[in-house]
């Protein structure tokens, strides 16, 4: 139904362009959708993530996918490729996720250091969205070589906005894959904790976006960091600090050691169709744009749990 893209080209890792949903063949030879829909397990109300490093306190117009269910949802229901490594899935209650009006939104967790939102006031996002079209337009020819189709940022389906506050970014972007009659709507949401980014990314077509963004407000107030993981437990005497700030976030860096990103996957949807793109010239490009230099060595090097898998 959507195929999920395992790129560094969204580094969000987690996650996550993703890409308007069709009408699919059933989930699984001779099984009908309702009866794939019967044997996933549904959950509704307070819901702790895996790790408890997080919870969702969900309203009655969504439920949550635990993460084996959600890989069956992704691979046997979207049809993309297994392996991705998640913390669960959350989706609108009253839509058919198989139908072309179903969508969700994937979360990961990315434990890759207390990311400073010092930046939040001086990130131009005009520009950063012309650099992002380039870098984007540059990995074309990559994608190419390797028999997939061009693909086209067209701009901000909704502009970057972070609430300094209770520390959530959130933007959208509309993207067009070459020979696709419809574009994809990429929405991201980025909690900053003690440790890492909680990731949540919505798998929508544009025809949506008016529904999408408001349901992923509700998401965004709905998430958060158990005591002890939230962005205001970081102590700068024992927990590492994130090499990339607000605005690598945005262009979806997540940037690791050496200028190269540590996470090999992103969320990346693209109308039925698995997207290869060249890795290291975008993850350079990215680290040297926005990585956040360290002024000091960390305190823990250690590195962080990969639920990424695979925007």
Not at 107 to 128: F, M, P, Q, R, W
Request: aromatic content about 8%; proline content about 6%.
């Amino acid at each position: 139904m959507r195929l999920i893209l395992a790129t560094l080209l969204s580094l969000t890792l987690s996650a996550p362009l993703l890409a308007a949903p069709e009408p699919a063949p059933a989930p699984a030879p001779q099984m009908t959708d309702q009866q794939f829909l019967a044997g996933l397990h549904f959950q509704t109300g307070k819901i702790t993530l895996p790790g408890n490093i997080a919870t969702l306190d969900l309203p009655p117009s969504f439920r949550y996918l635990p993460p084996e269910d959600a890989s069956k949802v992704l691979v046997d229901g979207w049809g993309n490729p297994p392996g991705a490594q998640t913390l669960g899935m959350i989706l609108p209650a009253d839509v058919n996720p198989l139908s072309a009006a179903g969508w969700g939104v994937i979360v990961t967790y990315d434990k890759d250091g207390h990311v400073k939102d010092d930046d939040a006031d001086s990130i131009n996002y005009t520009e950063l969205l012309t650099q992002m079209k380039e870098a984007i337009a540059d990995n074309n020819t990559a994608r190419k070589e390797q028999g997939y189709a061009a693909m086209t940022l067209i701009g901000w389906a909704e502009p970057p906005s972070y609430n300094k506050a209770q520390h959530k970014l959130y933007w959208a972007k509309e993207l067009h894959t070459e020979g696709s009659k419809e574009n994809g709507l990429n929405y991201n949401i980025r909690v900053l904790g003690r440790e890492g980014v909680l990731v949540l990314n919505a798998v929508a077509g544009m025809e949506q976006i008016a529904q999408v963004k408001s349901e992923m407000k509700n998401v965004t107030a709905f998430t958060d960091f158990t005591p002890g993981n939230r962005y205001g437990d970081f102590d700068s005497k024992t927990d590492k600090v994130a090499e990339y700030g607000l605005a690598a976030l945005v262009a979806g860096g997540i940037a690791a050691k050496l200028g190269f990103f540590g996470k090999m996957f992103a969320l990346l949807l693209a109308f039925k169709k698995v997207i290869l793109i060249g890795i290291a010239a975008v993850g350079s490009w990215l680290y040297k744009a926005f990585g956040r230099k360290k002024t000091e060595p960390a305190a823990s090097e250690a590195p962080g749990v990969d639920l990424n898998k695979r925007d």
